[in-house]
């Protein structure tokens, strides 16, 4: 109730600011006012030291975060089962369940194949360069074990986490552009100062950008087999939401296969977070401000490999030209051949053996189909050879 009475004081004084505000503006002025204003009511991350849960419908907990939540919200979790927001009330939220779910095995050749096919994209494109950049919207944030506080204006470490991203990526041979600004304080302009920097990074032609944050939970919510996760986070109002969103899950899949339990999951969250500027952006939670820093630092390291393997195909520092990176892409292609042939020889297979019944029926169907139709095709072959030797 005392936060219920608090955030009505707060509603009911920016509503007067905004009509006194608007009152006194100049024509054209009064959108970018409405627009201030609900950033000031929708802040991105709680600041009363509170958390949401979301739950499905039968109560049981999916995740928690320290982000606001609002309906249309969506979550995939790490079993990759997929979740929609479709109510929120006080600290709780409730999600409807939209499909998805571990992946079967010929889903994950598909996936593979998917995956290898694609991430020639960047690597195609850049002849010279590997290049990502890298920046803390918060950059005050920082883990109490080793910072002491979870909040250093002058700099926290989440400045470091970000800093070990870069190392991760420099040690695969892609260099990373890494801003310090800490675009402090912590409020609801935050973003709109680190757009700034997000454009200086943009233009050093950086092939992606990823912000590095912190969430603000109970360490263990960030915790699988005692490593510390990542979370993404896909902001669900621009232009090329579609595109992070499809960034952010091959990055998943990725380390599901590299690094289980890696990324916590992926929640497409209502706003920007500068994601407008980039079809290659993302936001990172790397752990929790309980949450040991040295140990973040040991993961988003191995989720720099994850970047590189998404980006460019390989984690491999190697400076290629255009002729090997030629030679690598039809590697890919010849990859991807055989392991359609394997598709259809395992699945062709299993098909025969399920119609004929046993084993024995089924070496009986293979050897008419020998004997028959390749038969009469190694005849015509021999007599088409005969024909043109006369």
Excluded: C
Excluded at 72 to 79: A, K, S
Excluded at 94 to 104: E, F, V
Excluded at 244 to 252: M, T
Excluded at 322 to 344: C, D, H, M, N, Y
């Amino acid at each position: 109730m005392k936060n219920k009475g608090l955030f009505l004081r707060r509603a009911l004084f920016l509503v007067l600011m905004l009509l006194l505000t608007v009152n006194h503006l100049p024509m054209g002025a009064e959108e970018d006012a409405v627009e201030e204003f609900f950033d000031l009511l929708h802040l991105d991350t709680r600041d009363d030291g509170g958390a949401y849960t979301i739950m499905d419908k039968e109560g049981n907990v999916l995740m928690r975060t320290a982000r606001h939540v609002h309906v249309g919200d969506r979550w995939i979790g790490m079993d990759n089962r997929r979740w929609e927001v479709f109510s929120v009330e006080g600290d709780y939220a409730t999600a409807r369940y939209t499909g998805g779910g571990r992946q079967s095995w010929l889903q994950r050749v598909r996936s593979f194949i998917i995956g290898n096919t694609q991430s020639q994209s960047v690597q195609q494109q850049e002849t010279t360069e590997k290049k990502i950049g890298i920046y803390s919207t918060h950059g005050a944030e920082s883990y109490v074990p080793n910072d002491g506080a979870d909040s250093l204006p002058e700099g926290g470490g989440i400045i470091d986490v970000a800093e070990s991203l870069k190392e991760g990526l420099k040690e695969n041979g892609v260099e990373a552009v890494q801003s310090k600004e800490t675009h402090v304080p912590h409020d609801s302009n935050a973003y709109k100062r680190s757009r700034d920097t997000a454009q200086e990074l943009m233009q050093d032609d950086v092939d992606a950008v990823i912000d590095v944050h912190r969430d603000a939970l109970e360490a263990e919510e960030y915790l699988e087999d005692g490593k510390v996760q990542i979370q993404l986070v896909v902001g669900r109002q621009n232009q090329n939401q579609e595109a992070n969103q499809e960034f952010a899950e091959k990055l998943k899949a990725i380390a599901d296969e590299k690094y289980p339990g890696l990324v916590k999951g992926i929640f497409a969250a209502k706003g920007n977070y500068n994601q407008d500027m980039s079809p290659r952006s993302l936001l990172i939670e790397v752990g929790t401000h309980k949450n040991d820093k040295e140990a973040a630092q040991e993961s988003v390291k191995k989720f720099a490999d994850v970047v590189t393997i998404a980006l460019y195909g390989s984690t491999e520092p190697t400076q290629q030209s255009e002729a090997p990176k030629a030679t690598a892409s039809r590697g890919t292609v010849w990859r991807t051949i055989l392991w359609l042939l394997a598709i259809v020889v395992v699945g062709g297979g299993a098909y025969l053996y399920i119609s004929a019944g046993s084993w024995e029926e089924m070496k009986r169907k293979l050897k008419g189909f020998t004997q028959g139709e390749f038969g009469d095709l190694f005849k015509l072959s021999l007599k088409n050879r005969d024909d043109d030797q006369s």
